[in-house]
């Protein structure tokens, strides 16, 4: 689809909407941004402006000034016409944060795949004591003492101290489905990866995708393997979902993410994120081809620089899947050591000569991403 010449991303705006104000960025699609606590200081909102309403796309995490910003949005930009709907396009708190409040602030329904809401309906009631001998076991594995799993225990909850309550109900996003917005047509694009289910709205006629967290301009979505599902291969999902995009989406579409600003040049960025974690599947079976190592002996190879407590289990969660990735295609060998560790060994023993020169390009410079 689309120009099949290279299209060079490029961003359209050269500075971003101030806060609690919106900007027009094509016709009935309106730009928000909210504050996020974090190094990640800002998620990106959309606004689709309906007949007689308005649709909210993703929310903002309930901390912080969210709530009176979005009470500032309502005063100042509705043009005297209500929110008439809610849609999350998946379950991370930064996207649902708000969702409750603004369900029940409006009594209107809430849009979300099904799978991204039952997860997020599981990870906002996760308690401590939810901590099993299975989440234990999943950091051992992964190379972490038995000093850190304690430590990890006693801080463990889900994140519900940063959402409002869920709704209660919730009409389902499917696929290939769409619903009709401002006289026009938005088609669900689901992909997978960065989480189970995520929903992207492609207009047709303003050839506009709102990419959420599935395609980012300047950092890579974190594709990871939690302690919930060990065996998961999230980046076998991950690439094969961008190359569904490939195919299925123009080149020179309008991408409206949810991190840093709009752009074009959607191939451009898919081949990108692609190749940077084929470079650093390279990259990692080069490292295993030259002993036993476990997934925090490998970080190195992904991060190069110094990850704090905050960054740690997202980063060990990124290794372990591409680790699974490559276990699960049969380039690699694990086993269990006397620790209770996982240990991978490449089985290509040529790889050290072959694979080099790819470790420049390997070098985990682009940042986690929640």
């Not at 999350?88 to 795949?113: K, N, Q, S």
């Not at 619903?179 to 050839?207: D, F, K, Q, T």
């Not at 110094?306 to 997202?314: A, T, W």
């Amino acid at each position: 689809m689309g120009d099949p010449a290279v299209i060079p991303l490029e961003y359209l705006f050269a500075d971003t909407p101030g806060p609690g104000e919106l900007r027009e960025v094509v016709s009935g699609v309106y730009w928000l941004r909210m504050p996020l606590p974090m190094a990640l200081d800002h998620i990106n909102l959309y606004l689709l402006e309906d007949s007689d309403g308005w649709w909210l796309i993703d929310t903002g995490i309930a901390l912080g000034p969210t709530q009176s910003l979005w009470e500032q949005v309502f005063a100042r930009h509705l043009q005297g016409k209500p929110v008439k709907a809610v849609l999350a396009t998946h379950y991370h708190p930064d996207h649902i944060g708000m969702a409750g409040w603004l369900c029940e602030r409006w009594r209107v329904p809430f849009y979300m795949t099904q799978a991204e809401y039952l997860s997020g309906l599981a990870f906002s009631r996760m308690q401590p004591e939810h901590f099993s001998w299975s989440s234990a076991q999943h950091l051992r594995r992964a190379g972490f003492s038995e000093a850190h799993i304690e430590k990890v225990a006693g801080r463990f909850s889900g994140f519900g101290d940063y959402i409002t309550p869920m709704p209660m109900a919730y009409r389902r996003l499917v696929d290939g489905a769409s619903l009709a917005i401002g006289g026009r047509r938005w088609r669900v694009v689901v992909g997978r990866g960065h989480s189970p289910e995520h929903a992207c709205l492609y207009c047709e006629p303003l050839n506009t995708l709102i990419s959420g967290d599935q395609v980012i301009p300047r950092i890579t979505s974190n594709v990871s393997v939690m302690g919930g599902e060990p065996e998961a291969n999230p980046l076998k999902d991950w690439l094969a979902s961008h190359e569904h995009l490939l195919e299925a989406l123009p080149a020179d579409a309008l991408v409206l993410p949810a991190h840093n600003a709009p752009f074009v040049g959607l191939h451009t960025r898919l081949r990108h994120l692609i190749e940077h974690h084929e470079e650093h599947l390279l990259a990692l079976e080069e490292a295993c081809a030259s002993g036993a190592r476990t997934a925090l002996e490998l970080l190195p190879v992904l991060f190069q620089r110094e990850l704090d407590d905050s960054q740690l289990g997202l980063a060990v969660g990124e290794c372990i899947a591409h680790l699974n990735y490559l276990h699960q295609r049969g380039q690699l060998e694990r086993s269990l050591d006397e620790r209770g560790h996982y240990v991978y060994r490449s089985i290509d023993d040529t790889l050290p000569l072959r694979g080099r020169r790819h470790r420049s390009q390997a070098d985990g410079q682009a940042p986690i991403q929640v």
